[in-house]
T-cell receptor
Framework: AQKVTQAQTEISVVEKEDVTLDCVYE???????LFWYKQPPSGELVFLIR??????QNEISGRYSWNFQKSTSSFNFTITASQVVDSAVYFC???????????FGTGTRLTIIP | GAVVSQHPSWVICKSGTSVKIECRSL??????MFWYRQFPKQSLMLMAT?????????EQGVEKDKFLINHASLTLSTLTVTSAHPEDSSFYIC??????????????FGPGTRLTVL
């Protein structure tokens, strides 16, 4: 069975601080896909990134960066110089080759304090 | 590209009535669509996988007679909540897989439908 754990239920940081959201996953599959989604108060899920299990290269996109570590089954998400607009619930999710279902973590509610 | 719409965006109904929610892939074909339910401050829970032209596959604990899913075309899936009750009040989200997306399992999400049953 697949499992995604986001141990941080809620995080609050002051604007311009850096913040890292943790994601730990479990799967027996050798080929799998990891995702991060942002859910602002409006409710719509916003796709942020997909990472394939065979690509451990970290990625940076503007103020966002992701650290994929297969050795620790983690796929952490860092926001640098946080902004109020980053306030949202962030979900980490997992699926596998041959299994289309997405397994979501419980989400981390991020609040950026102006 | 890869836009998914849902209609309605919100609905309020009386207990005992049925509510239909539509999920459309606007600019791509989707053989598979997924329906999720999200209660306040909780994660998304997969309800069912909808396959075009065949019966939906429901997750354990989801009543198939209560939540009717129809995937009549490559761009449309509908979820009907039959005889809705207050405990069915939730945020319902659909997603769709682009047939051309290969093996990356990427799903594109609709904006969600907020159902309130009085």
């Amino acid at each position: 069975a697949q499992k995604v754990t986001q141990a941080q239920t809620e995080i609050s940081v002051v604007e311009k601080e850096d913040v890292t959201l943790d994601c730990v996953y479990e799967t027996r599959d050798t080929t799998y896909y990891l995702f991060w989604y942002k859910q602002p108060p409006s409710g719509e899920l916003v796709f942020l990134i997909r990472r394939n299990s065979f690509d451990e290269q970290n990625e940076i996109s503007g103020r966002y960066s992701w650290n994929f570590q297969k050795s620790t089954s983690s796929f952490n998400f860092t926001i640098t110089a946080s902004q109020v607009v980053d306030s949202a619930v962030y979900f980490c999710a997992l699926s596998s080759l041959g299994n289309e279902k997405l397994t979501f973590g419980t989400g981390t509610r991020l609040t950026i304090i102006p | 590209g890869a836009v998914v719409s849902q209609h309605p965006s919100w609905v309020i109904c009386k207990s005992g009535t049925s509510v239909k929610i539509e999920c459309r892939s606007l600019d791509f074909q989707a053989t598979t669509m997924f329906w999720y339910r999200q209660f306040p401050k909780q994660s998304l829970m997969l309800m069912a996988t909808s396959n075009e032209g065949s019966k939906a596959t429901y997750e354990q604990g989801v009543e198939k007679d209560k939540f009717l899913i129809n995937h009549a075309s490559l761009t449309l899936s509908t979820l009907t909540v039959t005889s809705a009750h207050p405990e069915d009040s939730s945020f319902y989200i659909c997603s769709a897989r682009d047939m051309a997306s290969g093996s990356y399992n990427e799903q594109f999400f609709g904006p969600g439908t907020r159902l309130t049953v009085l």
